[in-house]
């Protein structure tokens, strides 16, 4: 091997750990917002527990679907 060859396999290493972890942080941040939807749709939940709710008929009708 050439030290032109030894010096660059470490970048592309590097270059993949890097896209790896691009990744996973991405991953990381989808399941993030999913936790958060989850919790905003709980608080939801819970505060309007007991009130009356809109029917899907009407929900429809007022999106004009």
Same mark, same amino acid.
């Given at each position: 091997?050439?030290?032109?060859?030894?010096?660059?396999?470490?970048?592309?290493?590097?270059?993949?750990?890097?896209? %790896?972890? !691009?990744?996973?942080? %991405?991953?990381?941040?989808?399941?993030?917002? *999913?936790?958060? *939807?989850? %919790?905003?749709?709980?608080?939801?939940? !819970?505060?309007?527990?007991?009130?009356?709710?809109?029917?899907? %008929? *009407?929900?429809?009708?007022?999106?004009?679907?």
């Amino acid at each position: 091997m050439n030290t032109a060859a030894l010096k660059q396999k470490p970048l592309v290493d590097l270059d993949k750990q890097i896209r %790896r972890g !691009k990744a996973v942080l %991405r991953e990381l941040k989808a399941a993030l917002e *999913d936790l958060e *939807d989850r %919790r905003e749709l709980a608080a939801a939940k !819970k505060r309007n527990a007991g009130k009356p709710g809109t029917s899907l %008929r *009407d929900a429809a009708r007022e999106l004009g679907l």
